[in-house]
């Protein structure tokens, strides 16, 4: 017994001793911390006076507002939840299947019940905010987060399914956007027709950044796609002559049903209806279309992963070098991977562009990348449904944060929350990856299963092997 508490050490120790002199030294070091991060960010504000000088304002009591919160919530994980997680320990097996068990029988309901939300969602939103209040909810929040869905399922193709870390993805969205907005103000194509150039074109780009990284992997990878959407935003920033530059493309032709514009016009929508015109029918028709993008995305997806393709791309994520001495052609699923991921980013571009009717390269910088490849890694790499739930969190919880007005009432009229959007946002993620580092579906169910299939959990595969 006593080689067994010397070997087990932690096991030796009571529940529910608490190493007072750790917890003080590590509230210390986070106030530190803290100090040093919120001090310029949030501490000091630049301010522009009447005389057009540039004055420095301190805002010390906001600063060590959230000084306080986080040491709070720093010491609520050490005396909570750090013993818990311990004492919690030796009935993990126990709790991952219990786990298991119960995301299947939630997952026989949540699919179905998800779908049809989202396709009574407009009708919802009219019925609880009327006509008026109706447009910000379709618009704002449910297309905004079904484009950032449909990007985050194109690029787990290739992160998620293939294990390619790609930093450049917003450079295919750039191409599907330029694509659309070039062809359809030059050639007057419509719509429907440009949306599968776009995602042709951008599919081609695609192929091409796939030749040069063949033989890259892990950080070299990701520093050349990174490289790729830089170049990709640099060249529609100076050539200027058929991008028009930061000015951007204005003007783009809108959208149709059927040929039926969304004007008031007697030819419009609403005139060829009988109805009265709103700006709420081109909104909802939109957002019609988006979901039916993304629905297309995630069905291709999923039938691509049962097929030989899909299986090759999990080979290929899992041992490149057992994928090789297995036959499999590693060229070919690396392209095939680059081209299915840019093809649904290319097919996301052509909508925005058409969405928005005006691009610029401001709206393809790397934080796009980034913010898709955390919707990706956060939901969980090679999920569906969690990408889904992470991108309508990420980007839904940000549009919320613009009606936030009663934080005004607590640090200030003054105070924008959409300021520290991004702070929180990194904050977010910091919690996300200390509670669940598998993201919020660690769960994976195997393509190629014997006789039923059966979820495996993260917590039975080491971290970094699996």
Same mark, same amino acid.
């Given at each position: 017994?006593a ?5 087990h050490?932690?096991a030796a120790?009571?529940?529910g001793?608490v ?12 106030t ?8 310029p960010?949030v501490g000091?504000?630049?301010?522009t006076?009447?005389?057009n ?11 060590f507002g959230?000084v ?5 919530g720093?010491l609520?994980f050490l ?7 311990r004492?919690q320990?030796a009935?993990a ?8 068990a ?27 905010n009327g ?14 987060i079904l ?5 985050g399922w194109?690029?787990?193709i290739v992160v998620?399914?293939a294990?390619l870390l ?5 450079? %295919?969205? #750039? +191409?599907g956007?330029?694509?659309?907005a070039l @062809?359809?103000k $030059?050639?007057g194509?419509s719509?429907? *027709? =440009?949306?599968p150039?776009?995602g ?8 091409l ?5 063949l033989?890259?992997r ?6 050349v796609?990174l ?13 200027v ?7 951007g493309?204005s003007?783009i ?9 969304f004007?008031?016009?007697?030819q419009? %929508?609403a #005139? +060829?209806?009988?109805l009265?015109?709103?700006p @709420?029918?081109? $909104?909802?028709?939109?957002?019609y279309? *988006? =979901?039916l ?6 069905w291709v ?6 097929l030989?393709?899909?299986?090759a791309?999990e080979?290929l994520?899992?041992d490149?070098i057992?994928?090789?001495?297995l036959?499999i052609n590693t ?8 081209a299915?991921?840019?093809?649904f980013?290319g097919?996301?571009g052509?909508?925005?562009a058409a969405r928005q ?8 910088? %790397? ?6 490849l955390a919707?990706?890694?956060?939901g969980g ?5 969690g ?10 919880g940000?549009e ?13 009229n003054?105070f924008?929350p959409?300021?520290f959007?991004?702070?929180i ?8 990856m200390i509670?669940r ?7 994976r169910?195997p393509?190629?299963?014997l006789?039923?299939?059966?979820a ?10 699996g």
């Open positions: 017994m080689t067994q508490a010397a070997i050490g932690t120790k009571p529940a001793r190493d007072v002199a750790h917890i003080v030294k590590d509230a210390f070091f986070t530190l911390i803290s100090i040093g991060l919120f001090a960010l000091f504000k630049t301010v006076n009447i005389s000088e540039l004055t420095l304002e301190t805002r010390w009591p906001l600063m959230l306080a919160a986080v040491v709070i720093r609520f005396l909570v939840l750090e013993p818990r997680k004492a320990s009935s097996r126990i709790r991952g299947a219990r786990e298991i119960i995301r299947e029988g939630l997952a026989q309901w949540f699919t179905p019940f998800a779908l049809g939300f989202v396709v009574v969602y407009p009708l919802l939103v009219l019925g609880i006509t008026q209040g109706a447009v910000k909810w379709i618009d704002n929040f449910g297309i905004q484009i950032y869905v449909m990007l194109g690029l787990n998620g399914l294990g790609d930093l450049g993805y917003v450079a %295919f969205y #750039a +191409v956007s330029y694509a659309y @062809l359809a $030059t050639f194509f719509f429907w *027709i =440009l949306l150039l776009s042709m074109l951008a599919a081609f780009w695609g192929i950044l796939g030749f040069p990284v033989r890259l892990g950080d070299y990878l990701a520093i796609t490289a790729f959407g830089e170049i990709i935003r640099i060249v529609v920033t100076n050539w002559s058929v991008t028009n530059g930061y000015a493309i003007g032709p809108r959208p149709t049903f059927f040929g039926i514009p004007n008031a016009s007697d419009g %929508f #005139a +060829v209806f009988g009265e015109f709103t @709420l029918h081109r $909104t909802i028709f939109l957002y279309v *988006i =979901l993008l993304a629905m297309v995305t995630a997806t999923v039938r691509l992963r049962r030989p393709v899909g299986r791309w080979a994520r899992e490149e057992a994928c090789r001495s036959g060229t070919n699923t690396k392209l095939t991977a680059f299915m991921g840019a093809m980013g097919f996301a052509s909508f925005f009717g005006f691009i610029s390269p401001e709206s393809f910088t %790397f934080m796009e990348s980034a913010i898709i919707i990706v890694v956060l790499m090679g999920s569906q449904i990408v889904a739930i992470a991108a309508a969190v990420m980007i839904g940000t919320i944060m613009r009606d936030l007005d009663f934080l005004k009432e607590i640090f200030g003054d924008d959409t300021q959007r991004m702070l946002f990194g904050f977010a993620m910091v919690l996300i509670w580092p598998r993201g919020l579906i660690g769960t169910e393509s190629a299963f006789h039923r299939r059966k495996i959990s993260g917590a039975h595969v080491s971290e970094g092997h």
